[in-house]
């Protein structure tokens, strides 16, 4: 047993050194079974329909909350941050058009599948046989849940996941394998008694501490809804046209974000040089053009424009 229990310390050890070789800024590992807190959260949210026209998310309910659903055998959830707090940033007055931080670089699918795609090569190359699948929101995985446990953060009032040390700006991505590693126990609650992010959603979103109407989301309207945005809502998005960071802005923990290290998140030379006006204005081939990489495609140019002219006129 003593055996045992070295070896999956330091086989634990390696995955999160070479974690940190490929780029991840952090890495957790949590036992792989079945998520019984979030089980009744999760549920509840859908009832109350908390997920709008986000159908997929009542997809799957089982395989949302056992990993073992997804990989036979699975017996370790490894989750990995990576920081996209920018180095420059887009103008953020009151008049201007805003976009989240998260779109200002290349989709952030395309990296962390690479980054992790290198990191599941190294386990099985120098580990030995292990079967594993690498998840970017491209299954039904509870992303935030997993990197809680695995001590990466806690998941904040807004319910984005909070580290101590670097805030809340980055993505989440994990690998969920039949390899047997060494648990992370997961960090307290340092939300305390703050409310600043409940306060300054627009929408009321955040219905209550931890708990968000994702259907009244500013990046729910600008992103998921395919249909036209509610009159009810005109005037409440502060000109954030794709995406919002409200609630992250104001979250006292962000004071402590560093900018990111990753080239491919780097402000794009063409969103740098877009102005207003060049928004206001796009055209579907300009917007092909500018966004071909970008999570902003994923609104496509109908939806950007619907987006744009909503907070314009």
Not at 55 to 83: C, E, Q, T, W
Not at 92 to 100: G, R
Request: charged content about 25%; hydrophobic content about 35%.
């Amino acid at each position: 047993m003593i055996i045992d229990d070295f070896i999956r310390l330091k086989r634990s050890e390696l995955i999160k050194q070479k974690a940190q070789e490929v780029g991840f800024d952090l890495c957790g590992i949590s036992h792989a079974a079945f998520l019984e807190n979030e089980a009744p959260r999760l549920e509840n949210w859908l009832n109350t329909q908390y997920n709008g026209q986000m159908g997929y998310m009542a997809n799957h309910f089982d395989k949302r909350l056992d990993p073992r659903k997804l990989v036979d055998g699975a017996k370790s959830v490894i989750s990995v941050l990576l920081n996209y707090f920018p180095t420059e940033r887009r103008s953020e007055m009151e008049d201007d058009l805003k976009i989240s931080k998260y779109a200002y670089g290349t989709d952030y699918h395309y990296v962390l599948k690479d980054k992790l795609g290198q990191l599941m090569t190294y386990i099985q190359e120098e580990i030995g046989e292990v079967s594993g699948r690498v998840f970017v929101d491209s299954a039904p995985v509870m992303d935030k849940a997993w990197a809680a446990k695995s001590g990466l953060g806690w998941v904040g009032k807004h319910s984005n996941l909070i580290n101590r040390s670097t805030g809340s700006f980055f993505f989440i991505g994990e690998i969920i394998c039949d390899l047997d590693l060494a648990p992370d126990g997961a960090v307290r609650d340092y939300c305390g008694t703050c409310t600043k992010c409940v306060d300054a959603c627009p929408t009321d979103a955040i219905t209550e501490p931890y708990v968000v109407d994702g259907s009244k989301c500013i990046s729910y309207y600008t992103i998921e809804l395919k249909e036209a945005i509610p009159d009810e809502v005109k005037g409440k998005f502060n000109n954030w046209v794709f995406g919002c960071d409200i609630c992250q802005d104001v979250c006292p923990w962000n004071r402590f974000s560093k900018p990111h290290t990753t080239p491919e998140f780097e402000l794009s030379e063409n969103l740098k040089g877009i102005s207003n006006t060049d928004l206001i204005e796009i055209t579907e081939e300009v917007f092909k053009t500018v966004f071909k990489n970008s999570p902003i495609k994923r609104t496509k140019f109908q939806g950007l424009k619907r987006n744009i002219d909503f907070v314009i006129k």
